[in-house]
């Protein structure tokens, strides 16, 4: 999360804080309860192009409003947390907020929707929850989609949250339709670099499988394929795990490069 504008320790800081005053102590809370307890008022439905937004009421509440047609818990509860996010971190800033589904991915362009993405993150997630054991094993979507299912957050979320705390180097992919829309490194991965707005590379596991429309398992690959301007030698290998997200034409690639950095 290496944004100067935000200040992530901050952030990250509000969320337990909340977490704190309600005597949260564990994964897989009711965030709408949360949200309640705040004085805001969770309703569904009446959305179209947004995602979620939030209003706040002259009498001190407010209401957080999310896109009904979207059944996914994980996704909800998100939006929720970023609401929870933009109520907490900018409450002079506006009075209202419409996120639209961009937003809550935003992580580039808009200080406030990466400050709110990245207090949903830490609040869904807050990084002295996730077990040690999580960082004795190698890195790859079954982990990781354990981690989503405890946490009850959808496997995107999961994947970026376990980047932005892995002790290994690894490096998230997130594609859509075979494109690269944007990658997320931990930090022992930040030389590493992948060239956004391109197709998935030829002779990639991710490549592959989305052609295909299946689901991988974490393989060794040709370092190349991903890196091809970076001379790893014998040194380092790459693995590769994906997932392919048939509903939302998007695919998830891990890239782990161990022993690097
Ligand atoms: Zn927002």
Request: proline residues 3%; charged residues 30%; glycine residues 6%.
């Amino acid at each position: 999360m290496a944004d100067e504008r935000v200040n992530s320790i901050r952030i990250e800081h509000q969320a337990l804080e909340l977490l704190d005053r309600y005597a949260i102590s564990g994964p897989g809370f009711d965030i709408e309860d949360l949200a309640a307890a705040e004085g805001l008022l969770v309703r569904r439905g009446g959305l179209k192009n947004i995602e979620a937004w939030l209003i706040r009421h002259a009498n001190g509440t407010g209401t957080i409003r999310i896109r009904d047609d979207d059944a996914e818990e994980g996704r909800i509860r998100f939006s929720i947390g970023h609401e929870i996010g933009h109520w907490r971190l900018h409450p002079t800033l506006s009075q209202g907020f419409l996120c639209t589904a961009a937003d809550l991915v935003d992580y580039t362009r808009s200080t406030e929707e990466i400050e709110a993405n990245l207090f949903a993150a830490s609040l869904l997630v807050p990084r002295t929850w996730v077990p040690d054991a999580v960082w004795r094993v190698d890195p790859d979507f079954e982990l990781i989609s354990k981690l989503a299912k405890d946490f009850r957050i959808t496997l995107t979320a999961a994947t970026r949250r376990y980047t932005e705390l892995a002790k290994h180097p690894v490096l998230m992919v997130f594609s859509k339709a075979g494109k690269i829309e944007w990658t997320l490194k931990s930090q022992r991965a930040r030389s590493l670099y992948i060239e956004r707005a391109t197709t998935l590379p030829i002779g990639s596991l991710s490549r592959e499988c989305w052609e295909q429309k299946r689901t991988g398992k974490l393989e060794q690959v040709d370092a190349a394929a991903w890196f091809p301007d970076r001379d790893f030698g014998r040194d380092f290998e790459v693995f590769e795990d994906t997932r392919v997200s048939q509903r939302y034409g998007s695919a998830l690639t891990l890239l782990w490069v161990p022993g690097y950095a």
